[in-house]
Nanobody
């Protein structure tokens, strides 16, 4: 599975941004997918995950209520809608995928896309 993330940018605190991650590969629609982020000088952390059907989602406490993960299997794309952005959301965001369930997606996914930078100014 190959993953291509896009949609990052520079925004102000309180603004919204939507990230996209398009998966390609023969069975990409059977994979759970997720988003992680890594701020400068910090470890990569889990942000959100969604199961292959799109019916189950899970979020990190720090983004709950502000971020929404969704997917369009017809387009093999997963989205991360980020609202009420804060300066502490500044990071490189990575999408990830795995076919072993969302528990694995949120911890040790097998496939990673390249990162997309999100910068939130105060």
């Amino acid at each position: 599975v190959q993953l291509q993330a896009s949609g990052g940018g520079l925004v102000q605190a309180g603004d919204s941004l939507r990230l996209s991650c398009t998966a390609s590969g023969r069975t990409s629609t059977s994979y759970g997918m997720g988003w992680f982020r890594q701020a400068l000088g910090k470890e990569r952390e889990f942000v959100a995950a969604i199961d292959r059907s799109g019916t189950y989602t899970v979020y990190a406490d720090s983004v709950k209520g502000r971020f929404t993960i969704s997917r369009d299997n017809a387009k093999t794309t997963v989205y991360l809608q980020m609202n009420s952005l804060k300066p502490e959301d500044t990071a490189v965001y990575y999408c990830a995928a795995d076919n072993r369930g969302t528990t694995v997606v949120r911890t040790t996914p097998a496939y990673w896309g390249q990162g997309t930078q999100v910068t939130v100014s105060s």
